[in-house]
């Protein structure tokens, strides 16, 4: 029988006490044998929970099942958005619901247009409320109290509460990542401000806006949805539903948690520029779709999302990186935005200068004078002459083999453009790269990746991406 810690409260007789003194030495060293034993097993487990340094040893890691959504929408917009919902919102994987302001009229002939993966609530009456805003929309103030409806709800296992638009895109594996950097047992406030210098001086530089997504940790939910109510009396005068939440976060002394994958998108016309130089840090959400041209030439709108999640299938965290190599025997300088485009610039392109955004877009006010910059981030003009010296390639397909990926680009051809010099023949850039897998201290502390020019072939070049070596520097090699 084996040795077990019960034994002490088995009764004892004599025949066992005699037994138990001629055992005496053997259970001596039998004791000594299990103490080592437990000190040695328990100094072994504590080397091991040092050097795998998860910042929250006592709890699992925070998967999309800890995440719950409320999302903003209405009886009006729901039937034309609910399409940027069902991208991201998958039945038993993701929780949430969306929040109409009054029921959608789903009789038997329209049935299957409203085969939306999200379930609806209907928000509560906020007719009561005060709304003082010139022009602005009181919904607003039920918007805000989504955060309350939703808390209300108590629903089991909540690390983080998700708020956005029914036209925001949220990339939910990298949202998972990112809020795994914080203790969802402490107060948190995560999102992103604006891209337009106007609307963050007009609210705030430290707000969340709405519709790049507003993250807000469990406890926290729980203490604002409980002073919400009070807070909205006093802020009837603000414009939207952000602001409210801003306020009243002010007031329990929170302030925001910037995360720079977060994307209001308060601009307009080609995203281009904003796609192809993304911070290193994952995609977390896009918005304002419908005011931007489809992210992917030659698409509607749809099919460019698509498009770009059939590389977000594949590989989330690397979707947008940028990753820039060389090609010294034909004087080419390469910059990759992965799952997305490929650029091929002409000479020597160093490396700080490719990290500016391009200015492909327009401010989000129209009044705006084009010429001012009216952004939150480094922009690089576009040469005057249309036809500049760089090739621009698109994601065409994507595959992966086990732990390698295969993507695609092909060639976007400006008409107007005559072909002329190196770039004249490249018609395909093909871009090799492992699966992006970053342990949570490769995650806190990122850099960006490296890659080289595998071969040239025909009408184009492959490309491999791999983590840059120790003392690794990216330029043209002479
Ligand atoms: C979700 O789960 C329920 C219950 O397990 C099941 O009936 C339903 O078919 C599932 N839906 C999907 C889309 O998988
Ligand atoms: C987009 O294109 C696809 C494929 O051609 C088509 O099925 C879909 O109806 C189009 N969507 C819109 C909104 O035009
Ligand atoms: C890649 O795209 C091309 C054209 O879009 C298509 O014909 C081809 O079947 C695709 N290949 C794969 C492997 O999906
Ligand atoms: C990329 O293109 C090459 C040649 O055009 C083809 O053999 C390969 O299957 C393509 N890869 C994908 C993922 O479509």
Redesign the pocket.
């Known amino acids: 029988m084996p040795p077990s810690p019960y034994h002490n409260h088995s009764p004892r007789n004599s025949q066992t006490q005699t037994l138990t003194t001629r055992l005496k030495p053997l259970l001596i060293l039998f004791t000594s044998i299990i103490l080592l034993y437990f000190l040695l097993s328990h100094t072994h487990i504590s080397q091991n929970s040092a050097t795998t340094t998860t910042p929250y040893p006592l709890s699992t890691p925070t998967c999309i099942h800890h995440l719950v959504f409320g999302i903003a929408s209405s009886s009006n917009s729901f039937p034309k958005r609910q399409s940027y919902i069902n991208t991201w919102f998958h039945p038993n994987v993701t929780r949430g619901y969306v929040f109409l302001d009054e029921n959608i009229n789903t009789n038997n002939n329209n049935k299957k247009k409203f085969k939306s993966s999200i379930p609806r609530l209907i928000s509560h009456d906020t007719s009561h409320f005060p709304y003082t805003f010139r022009g602005g929309l009181r919904s607003a103030i039920r918007v805000t109290r989504i955060v309350k409806e939703i808390v209300e709800l108590n629903l089991p296992n909540v690390r983080w509460y998700v708020f956005g638009d029914d036209d925001t895109v949220f990339f939910t594996d990298n949202l998972v990542k990112t809020l795994s950097k914080y203790d969802h047992n402490k107060w948190y406030y995560i999102g992103s401000n604006s891209e337009s210098f106007e609307q963050n001086s007009r609210y705030s530089f430290e707000m969340a806006f709405g519709g790049g997504g507003i993250v807000i940790s469990y406890p926290l939910a729980k203490v604002l949805a409980k002073v919400l109510d009070s807070c909205l009396l006093r802020y009837a005068h603000l414009y939207g539903s952000d602001s409210r939440i801003f306020s009243c976060l002010a007031e329990l002394g929170v302030v925001l948690s910037h995360e720079p994958g977060f994307h209001q998108v308060d601009i307009r016309g080609n995203l281009f520029g904003l796609l192809s130089s993304h911070p290193l840090a994952p995609l977390v959400s896009l918005h304002h779709l419908d005011s931007v041209e489809p992210i992917f030439p030659g698409m509607n709108r749809t099919q460019a999302l698509e498009q770009l999640f059939s590389a977000v299938k594949v590989d989330p965290l690397r979707v947008l990186q940028q990753t820039v190599c060389y090609d010294h025997s034909k004087s080419l300088t390469i910059s990759i935005s992965w799952g997305y485009s490929v650029q091929v610039f002409e000479g020597n392109q160093l490396l700080p200068d490719l990290l500016p955004v391009q200015r492909t877009f327009l401010p989000w006010k129209r009044s705006l004078n084009v010429n001012s910059n009216p952004f939150t981030f480094n922009v690089k003009e576009l040469s005057r002459d249309s036809c500049q010296k760089s090739a621009i390639f698109f994601l065409?397909?994507?595959?992966s083999k086990t732990n390698e990926i295969?993507?695609?680009y092909s060639r976007q051809l400006f008409k107007k453009c005559p072909q002329i010099g190196i770039l004249k023949d490249l018609e395909?850039i093909?871009v090799l790269s492992p699966k992006l897998d970053l342990d949570a201290s490769q995650f806190q502390a990122q850099r960006r990746h490296c890659c080289d020019v595998l071969s040239s072939f025909d009408k184009g070049m492959e490309i491999g991406i791999r983590p840059c070596g120790d003392e690794e520097l990216i330029f043209m090699t002479p």
Do not use: A, P, V
């Not at 065409?396 to 595959?399: A, H, K």
């Open positions: 065409e397909n994507i595959s295969q993507s695609n395909q093909r």
